[in-house]
């Protein structure tokens, strides 16, 4: 049964191109005031299920509901209330953002041009200069306040930071938070696994196709795992460190040690206490590796996508 707190809403959306898959069986629920984070590599199905969701193209079986609504029967009274970014922007090269913004503006029925200026101002974007003499990322922040301007219920971005320098990756980042707050909801498509962990309350990774998981960010970070290398003074055994409670992965070289460690570090740390250690370094694995350690091939867990 379809959920009427969903914001979007997906039940076995499947989308074949002839014999070639698109997605299949892509089940989703997100909800207003919620970042969901669609991680996957290119060609992994993000853009086609996005373009599924605006009924830009057609499922080949499966149900959608995006606000309740039926983008394919109520598809023109929805796009009003929903913000779009493609992944492969296409603008009018000799219009002006302020022109070709008017222009969507007015396709809508509210031009807004006190919200444009403002964030316009926001992403240091001039208005008045063809957009065909723009650089790539000046393109990209007339798609992002095309998208935001209108103050969405839903908000389509994908791959949105492409071509931004880090401070306007700040600014889109507060936005997305900001639109959250007022309880819009955020969905971000990217492969840039950075920008997922900054914003989103929950990620999903699609690969070839398929939904393969999807987890609270925190409750990742929680299952975070460390990569630490330790090198020693003598060489030692792997089959000392190998069973050692929530260490895993190990690999020795003579006096050098790698291993993945998950939770308390303790047994870890007093077993490398009857050694001779000369360094200790490593850092946490990102969101990508931890997904699959805990719902990848081999990691012992079923892959089963769930929603809070």
């Known amino acids: 049964m379809l959920s009427p707190m969903a914001a979007i809403e997906t039940r076995g959306l499947t989308k074949y191109y002839g014999r070639d898959r698109g997605i299949e069986g892509v089940d989703l629920e997100v909800h207003p005031g919620e970042v969901f984070g669609f991680l996957g590599p290119n060609g992994a199905g993000k853009t086609t299920t996005i373009r599924l969701l605006l009924d830009l193209i057609r499922p080949s079986s499966g149900s959608i509901r995006v ?16 913000g779009y970014l493609p992944g492969d922007l296409a603008l009018y090269g000799k219009r002006t953002p302020r022109e070709f913004l ?8 509210d031009e807004q041009p006190d919200a444009v200026d403002a964030l ?7 208005l008045d200069r063809p957009i065909g003499k723009l650089s790539k990322g000046n393109r990209q922040k007339v798609g992002l306040v095309q998208a935001f ?3 969405p219920e839903v908000l389509f971005l994908d ?34 696994l950075a920008e997922v962990q900054a ?22 970070r929680a299952k975070a795992l460390l990569e630490i290398e330790i090198r020693f003074a003598a060489p030692v ?20 040690m790698r291993c993945r460690v998950e939770g308390r570090a303790d047994p870890l740390i007093k077993a490398l206490a009857r050694h001779e ?22 990691a012992g867990q079923e892959i089963t996508p769930h929603a809070d």
């Open 159 to 192: 791959e949105p930071t492409a071509g931004l320098d880090p401070l306007m990756q700040q600014e889109f980042e507060a936005l997305v938070r900001e639109a959250a707050l007022r309880g819009a909801c955020v969905f971000l498509s990217s492969h840039a």
């Open 199 to 220: 914003v989103a309350d929950r990620a999903g990774i699609i690969r070839d196709g398929r939904l393969v998981a999807i987890d609270d960010v925190r409750d990742l």
């Open 67 to 82: 606000l309740g609504l039926d983008p394919r029967a109520e598809g023109v009274s929805l796009r009003r209330r929903v």
């Open 237 to 256: 055994g792997a089959n000392e460190f190998a069973g050692l409670a929530g260490v895993r992965d190990v690999s020795v070289n003579g006096a050098v």
């Open 149 to 151: 301007v209108h103050d």
């Open 102 to 109: 008017r222009y969507f503006g007015r396709l809508r029925g």
């Open 277 to 298: 250690v000369e360094s200790i370094s490593g850092g946490e694995l990102d969101l990508e590796d931890i997904f699959l350690a805990h719902y990848g091939p081999g």
């Open 120 to 126: 316009a101002e926001r992403f240091s974007l001039h």
